[in-house]
DNA sequence: GCCTATCTTGTTAACGGTAACATTTCTTTT
DNA sequence: AAAAGAAATGTTACCGTTAACAAGATAGGC
C-alpha cells in the first residue's frame, strides 16, 4: 500500500540508510544520488511513516485537546486558536468531547496516554477531574488546563479573572436597580461556578444586599440547565427581577424559558451572562456579558504546551489570569456601550502568578 | 519515561511476550501468571504504546478530519457527530480546520498520510480541491467528502439536496411576494453554490421571473462575503426586496450590514439562507431557512468511512442525499412554521445512488 | 604513488510491540 | 511409568525509520 525507505532504497540502487539522509534534508549526500532518490521518492509516492518515526524518536507530533462541548461556540473557539498555535509549531491536534462527563473525559485521557501525546489541553469537566488527569501528573506528561482549575492540582493554567467578571455584571445590575438577582451556576466543583459565584456575592455584599439562598441554583451549564433553572425562578411568588447565567449556553436555556412563558428580556426579566456568543450578537446585540478573550485561551494555552514540551518552560506552573471586559447591551435595559473591566494593580492583559 | 513491555516483563519474571498475551486478553495464560503480569502492570503504571503496535498491525485507530471552519455552528455539529461515531468505533480524531485555504488543506491531508491515518473526512474547500486528494485517491485510503462535492471526483460523499432547497426556499419568497431576489454565493467552483444557485434559478423559472445577473453576487461563504454583498445590494437603485444567502454565516454579514444602514429585515429587505444557527434561533426565531439535519452529516460519513476502513462496504461510491427542511420564520415577513421539503419520488429520509 | 583526511555510503541494532514458530511443562492415557 | 497430546511460556524476527558506527571511495598533500 505505502512504500517504505526499502522500496526507494531498492528502486533508487542505494540503501534505506541513504534514502532516510536525503529525506531529512540530504546533508552528505552526492547531488547526483540524491537525485536519483528524489526521483524514486517521487515515482513511488513515498511518505515517510510518521508511525515508524515516531517510535524511534518518541515524537508523535500530536496534542490532545479536550473540551466539554465543541458546539458551545466558546470551546469552539478555543479550539480554533489552539490548533492555529499547534498546526504552526508541527503539531497535530487529537480532539476530544467529553461531554462533561467524567468517564469519558477518563476514557480520552488514558487514550491520549495510549497513543503517546506529547501534551494535553483541557477544559476539565471540574474538581473531579483530578483522578483523570493523574495519570499525567505521574508520567510528568506536560498538560495544561483551560477555563477551569482542578482543586488540588497545581499546573499550568489559562482562565479569566472569574470573580472580578461577576463582580462587575452584578455591579451593573445593581447599578440599573436590581435588588432580587438570582444566579445558575453549576455545582461547587466547578472552580468559575465557585469564583462566579464569589464574585455575585462579593458584589451583593459591597451594595449591602442580602444574599438570599433561594435565588442560587446549582445545575449543569448547559441549555437545560438554564432552561429549568429558569422555569424555577420565574415559578417564584417573588420572582428575581434580574438573573445571572453562569455562562452562555446557560443563558440561552434561560431565554428559552423566559419565551416559553410569554415573557420577555429586559422587560420583565434582566439577564446577564458570561461569554459571549459573536454570531448571536451580530444578529441580536441583546445579552448583556462578560467577554473573555476566547481565541487567547486557546492559543496561549497551546503555546504555554509547547514550551513545557520543548523544554523552552521548566519552572514552576504557570497560572495565566486573563482580562474580561463588560459589554453592556439592552437585556437589563440600561443603554448599550462596552465597559472594560479594570481591575485595580494590572496593567497588561494577561499576568503570571507562580513563586 | 514510560514502562515497557520489558520492563513489565522483567518486574512479573516472565518474557515480554507473555505480558503482551495478559495485556490482550491472556487468553492461554496460567490465570497465577497473569496476575503476577498483572500487578507489575499497574505498579509499573504500564500502558502499551499505540505507536508500536500501530507499526506491527499497520492500524493507527485515527482518523483525519478536515473542515474549512470549526468556529461555523454548522460545522461544529458535523465535527461532533463525527467524534461520537467515531469514538464508539475505537477511532481517535486529528482535527484540521482548513479555513477554506487550498493550501492548507493540502497540508493538513499530506499530514494525514504521514501519520497513516486510516481514513478521512473532509469538508472540501472546492472543486480545487482535487489535486489535494489525489494522494488519498492514489493510495486507496478511503475518504468521504462533506457537504461539498468534488467535480470529477468519484467518491462517498454525504450532502443535502441543495438543489430542492434552495428552490423551496425561493418558491417561499415568490409565494409571499418577493420579485426581485439577490442571491450571494460562493464561486462556481464550489458544488453547494453551484446546486442551490441551480435551486435558485429554477425556481425564478417556474415562476416566470427573469434571471438578472447583477442579482447574483459571487463572494467567499463567510461573514465578511455577506456583509459586502449586501452592502452592494442596498447600494442599488432597484434594490433586492429579499435577498438569499449561501448558508449561515453569509447571512449573518448581510444582516450586519442591513443594521449598519439603519435598515431592518424584513420590514426593509428580506433574508433567507441555508443552515440554521440553533443557538441563535433559540435567542431570537427569525431567521427563515433550510435546516440541514447536521449532526446526520458528521455521523452517517463516519459510518459509511468506517465501513469502508472494516471493508464492510466494498461496493461503489455510497452518494448519501439527505432531506432538508424549510423552516419559517419572520425574515421574511411570513408567519412561522415548519414544512417540511418532500422531493416527490423520495420516502426516507435519505438514499444512496451509485451504479 | 602512497598515505591520510574527508566525504559518501552501508551495516547493525534499536524503538515497543506481537505473529509465528519453538520449546518447555503439565496432563492424560494406557 | 512412558508416550502422546495439550497447555503455557519463550525465541526469533519483523513492522519502518534512524542513530551510531563501519567501511569504502575520493581527494589532497608531499
Do not use: W
Not at 479536550?66 to 486558536?81: E, H, K, L, S, T
Not at 489541553?121 to 495519570?135: C, E, F, T, Y
Not at 423566559?258 to 441580536?284: M, Q, W
Amino acid at each position: 500500500m505505502n512504500a517504505t525507505v526499502h522500496d526507494v532504497a531498492k528502486r533508487a540502487g542505494v540503501s534505506a540508510m541513504t534514502v532516510s539522509r536525503v529525506i531529512n534534508g540530504g546533508v552528505g549526500v552526492r547531488p547526483e544520488t540524491r537525485r536519483r532518490v528524489e526521483r524514486a521518492v517521487t515515482e513511488l509516492d513515498f511518505v515517510p511513516s510518521g508511525v515508524a518515526r515516531g517510535l524511534m524518536s518518541k515524537r508523535t507530533g500530536a496534542l490532545g485537546l479536550i473540551v466539554p462541548d465543541i458546539v458551545n461556540p466558546f470551546f469552539a473557539i478555543v479550539v480554533r486558536g489552539a490548533e492555529t498555535v499547534a498546526r504552526r509549531a508541527g503539531y497535530r491536534l487529537l480532539l476530544c468531547n467529553s461531554e462533561g462527563d467524567l468517564g469519558l473525559e477518563r476514557q480520552y485521557v488514558e487514550d491520549m496516554i495510549a497513543h503517546r501525546v506529547e501534551g494535553l489541553l483541557i477544559a476539565p469537566v471540574g474538581d473531579r477531574s483530578k483522578p483523570n488527569l493523574m495519570p499525567f501528573v505521574r508520567r510528568k506528561f506536560p498538560f495544561v488546563l483551560i477555563d477551569r482549575s482542578v482543586a488540588g492540582l497545581p499546573c499550568d493554567l489559562v482562565q479569566a479573572d472569574s470573580v472580578a467578571g461577576a463582580r462587575t455584571l452584578i455591579n451593573h445590575l445593581i447599578s440599573v436597580g436590581h435588588r432580587r438577582i438570582g444566579a445558575i451556576v453549576e455545582p461547587d466543583n466547578v472552580s468559575t461556578a465557585r469564583e462566579r459565584l464569589r464574585g455575585y456575592a462579593e458584589a451583593l455584599k459591597a451594595a449591602g444586599l442580602p444574599m438570599a439562598p433561594e435565588l442560587i441554583i446549582r445545575t449543569t451549564a448547559d441549555r437545560m440547565g438554564g432552561y429549568g433553572a429558569m422555569q424555577q425562578f420565574l415559578g417564584f411568588d417573588a420572582r428575581p427581577t434580574a438573573v445571572f447565567a453562569v455562562n452562555n449556553m446557560t443563558a440561552l436555556g434561560a431565554m428559552q424559558a423566559v419565551r416559553e412563558r410569554g415573557l420577555a428580556v429586559p422587560k420583565d426579566i434582566a439577564l446577564v451572562c458570561f461569554d459571549d456568543v459573536e454570531h448571536l450578537a451580530v444578529l441580536s446585540p441583546f445579552l448583556t456579558v462578560i467577554n473573555q478573550p476566547t481565541e487567547m485561551f486557546g492559543t496561549l494555552s497551546a503555546e504555554i504546551l509547547l514550551h513545557r514540551i520543548t523544554g523552552e518552560a521548566t519552572g514552576p506552573r504557570r497560572h495565566v489570569v486573563l482580562q474580561a471586559e463588560l459589554i453592556v447591551r439592552e437585556s437589563c435595559g440600561a443603554r448599550a456601550g462596552i465597559v472594560p473591566l479594570v481591575d485595580p494593580g494590572r496593567k497588561t492583559n494577561h499576568r503570571s502568578k507562580g513563586p
